[in-house]
């Protein structure tokens, strides 16, 4: 393309010393010579940027004929069954090469999936939620090490259960160290998201999410009323830490989360279908959740989580957004920081959110976790194709984004499906990961 783009150039500074030389007659281009010379230079120009001339084309480093293979995977997926619809897209070099939607938002009613469809981002509001509190960091309101306690009184003196199979009314021991605010951001607290299996995992789900809540402090304070798995900084274990973030900001910034995310962070990045409640007028493009039935068709959930009157506003889960507007998200994290202008973080907060924090205690091969996300620090121990470096989450219904800093990449994968499994996820990597070729 860059020889193509030479080439128009070179031929219009040609033809403008022509006119000249027809003008004057002392330049030594002639008409004759001008017409053959500019056939020459601009047919390759043409030949190349056009799609239909050659099936082999690339758009940043992405060849699309190796692309194809992840749309016919998607496609296949939603043909045989195991999948109701998708979105994704793909960014590289800073401009959206890949955009699609293939299947139907709802099996129901055969809705046909469009590229704004409203997700369920469950675990993916995360990372949101961590940048928020990462923006009061850079205001001094508080450091790394800091006791949680500082901040949140009731997160003094909390306990430790002896054997999480007892469940929480086993015996417990006092936590051995307080818990810092870097816990809470690396998921080494103590804490649990209840889905570790152990009867002390299916109490705090009960606890956290099958009760009512009235609002954030009202589900963190039942939160740490249940005994903690583990230690404080001794292993990382899932776990609703998060939301403790999320009361956090709250209490920094004398602002519900909801309003911060979209005063700092939702208006500045334009991402107007971002949100914990779904307008009226919006309800149309939000995708329900599909499962499998005991015969194994795919079908629309009889069980949705409410779209609107939300009170709650998670750090763990809850928002509502589309592949495009989390795009804009991603885009301002690869641009370290800066989005259209608009710096929200600094590159260096960037770097330290996006490096491991935890040295071994992150169980997956190949794989840490920074502040709020997963990083890949050893690509042959990951036995996945992608970068040292890259950065990514995924969400309970199988939505899934990485961000790749070395290839300038962001791939986004969306759709509603229920229970997670992290198959999509790696097929997304392999599929996009493969496609990418050496430019000359």
């Given at each position: 393309m860059g020889i193509a783009f030479l080439s128009v150039e070179v031929g219009?500074?040609?033809?403008?010393?022509?006119?000249?030389?027809?003008?004057?007659?002392?330049?030594?281009?002639?008409?004759?010579?001008?017409?053959?010379?500019?056939?020459f230079l601009w047919g390759p120009a043409k030949a190349q940027s056009s799609p239909n001339s050659n099936p082999k084309v690339?758009?940043?480093?992405?060849d699309r004929e190796r692309l194809n293979r992840y749309d016919e995977f998607l496609k296949n997926e939603i043909e045989e069954g195991r999948m109701p619809?998708?979105?994704?897209?793909?960014?590289?070099?800073?401009?959206?090469?890949h955009e699609v939607a293939y299947g139907y938002s709802s099996l129901k009613d055969k809705t046909p999936i469009q590229k704004d469809q409203l997700f369920h981002i469950m675990s993916m509001t995360k990372p949101i939620v961590t940048v928020a509190f990462m923006m009061l960091f850079e205001e001094g309101h508080f450091s790394l090490t800091d006791p949680v306690s500082k901040y949140l009184p009731q997160f003094k003196d909390l306990r430790v259960a002896e054997d999480v199979g007892q469940g929480a009314n086993g015996q417990t021991q006092p936590a051995n160290k307080e818990i810092t605010i870097s816990h809470l951001l690396t998921h080494t607290a103590g804490f649990s998201?209840?889905?570790g299996g152990t009867k002390l995992d299916n109490e705090i789900a009960k606890a956290l999410y099958s009760e009512s809540h009235k609002n954030i402090e009202n589900r963190v304070n039942t939160m740490i009323k249940m005994p903690l798995v583990g230690h404080p900084g001794e292993q990382w274990y899932y776990s609703a830490s998060p939301d403790v973030l999320s009361l956090l900001i709250e209490h920094f910034s004398g602002m519900t989360t909801a309003g911060f995310l979209k005063q700092r962070i939702f208006d500045p990045l334009e991402m107007e279908d971002t949100g914990y409640n779904i307008s009226k007028e919006n309800k149309?493009?939000?995708?329900?959740?599909?499962?499998?039935?005991?015969?194994?068709?795919?079908?629309?959930?009889?069980?949705?989580l409410p779209t609107e009157g939300n009170t709650i506003f998670g750090g763990t889960h809850g928002l509502f957004s589309s592949a495009p507007d989390y795009m804009k998200f991603c885009q301002m994290l690869l641009?370290?920081?800066?989005?259209?202008?608009?710096?929200?973080?600094?590159?260096?907060?960037?770097?330290?959110?996006t490096m491991n924090q935890v040295d071994d205690l992150y169980q997956a091969p190949g794989q840490g976790f920074g502040l709020g996300f997963g990083v890949t620090t050893n690509v042959a121990a990951s036995k996945t194709l992608g970068s040292v470096g890259q950065y990514y989450w995924s969400g309970a219904y199988c939505t899934y984004f990485f961000i790749d800093p070395k290839e300038?990449?962001?791939?986004?994968?969306?759709?509603?499906?229920?229970?997670?499994?992290?198959?999509?996820?790696?097929?997304?990597?392999?599929?996009?990961?493969?496609?990418?070729?050496r430019e000359y």
């Open positions: 219009l500074e040609i033809l403008s010393l022509g006119y000249q030389s027809i003008y004057n007659m002392k330049n030594i281009f002639h008409l004759p010579t001008l017409i053959i010379l500019l056939l690339t758009l940043a480093g992405i619809g998708a979105v994704s897209y793909i960014m590289r070099r800073g401009e959206i090469v998201h209840g889905l149309g493009r939000w995708m329900p959740v599909h499962h499998m039935d005991k015969q194994g068709n795919l079908i629309n959930s009889a069980a949705q641009n370290k920081g800066e989005y259209k202008g608009k710096h929200l973080l600094s590159p260096k907060t960037v770097d330290i959110m300038e990449m962001i791939v986004i994968l969306m759709s509603q499906l229920q229970p997670y499994s992290n198959y999509y996820g790696e097929k997304m990597r392999q599929l996009v990961y493969q496609s990418l070729v």
